[in-house]
T-cell receptor, first 109, second 113 residues
Framework: GIQVEQSPPDLILQEGANSTLRCNFS?????LQWFHQNPWGQLINLFY???GTKQNGRLSATTVATERYSLLYISSSQTTDSGVYFC???????????FGAGTRLFVKA | KAGVTQTPRYLIKTRGQQVTLSCSPI?????VSWYQQTPGQGLQFLFE???????NKGNFPGRFSGRQFSNSRSEMNVSTLELGDSALYLC????????????FGPGTRLTVT
């Protein structure tokens, strides 16, 4: 099955700093989503981005499907950005969704 | 529009018991997927239901089962609970099966003692 690798596994930032999180996948996919899991366990949708670039406020994401990776950019980080960021991919056609192991982000005030 | 709801939010059970978790999808969504999250294994796909039919299944033992009702609400059942079943169980809904955006509920945290 598809392998999904996220990097870095852990990240500590000072408030106001920028960061880039990466998601590599081992096979072609039809769907890719980025989620933020808050301390209470809720997975919050950030981007549905099987290809191309999207922006939402301080967050943006780019997926280069032909090269099998996606990037999540966080600018001017805030303490509320802390949590775990997951990417999840799906091939469609009856294949299950595969999650990466996540990037744990801590933003210091 | 209301989001995905899951009940109960927290549950404590004893080894050998069985448990049933419930998930109500976003109105109009017909696909429901279940995931197990543990510190050791991360987020793992359990199964997906669409139009009351199981469309896909992950690599879990037969103790884990589910069903979907005509109103798209879904339940999952775990029989003969083991300590290793302690986890956060997450439900996600999407409009249809296949390739489309999933929306997650708040989860049910199950503790098996």
């Amino acid at each position: 099955g598809i392998q999904v690798e996220q990097s870095p596994p852990d990240l500590i930032l000072q408030e106001g700093a920028n960061s880039t999180l990466r998601c590599n996948f081992s096979d072609s996919v039809n769907n890719l989503q980025w989620f933020h899991q808050n301390p209470w366990g809720q997975l919050i949708n950030l981007f549905y981005i099987p290809s191309g670039t999207k922006q939402n406020g301080r967050l943006s994401a780019t997926t280069v499907a032909t090269e099998r990776y996606s990037l999540l950019y966080i600018s001017s980080s805030q303490t509320t950005d802390s949590g775990v960021y997951f990417c999840a991919v799906e091939r469609g056609g009856g294949f299950k969704t595969i999650f990466g192991a996540g990037t744990r982000l801590f933003v210091k005030a | 529009k209301a989001g995905v709801t899951q009940t109960p939010r927290y549950l404590i059970k004893t080894r050998g018991q069985q448990v049933t978790l419930s998930c109500s999808p976003i109105s109009g969504h017909r696909s429901v997927s279940w995931y197990q999250q543990t510190p050791g294994q991360g987020l793992q796909f359990l199964f997906e239901y669409f139009s009351e039919t199981q469309r896909n299944k992950g690599n879990f033992p037969g103790r884990f089962s589910g069903r979907q009702f005509s109103n798209s609400r879904s339940e999952m059942n775990v029989s003969t609970l083991e300590l290793g079943d302690s986890a956060l169980y997450l439900c996600a809904s999407s409009l249809v099966t296949g390739v489309n955006e999933q929306y997650f509920g708040p989860g049910t945290r199950l503790t098996v003692t």
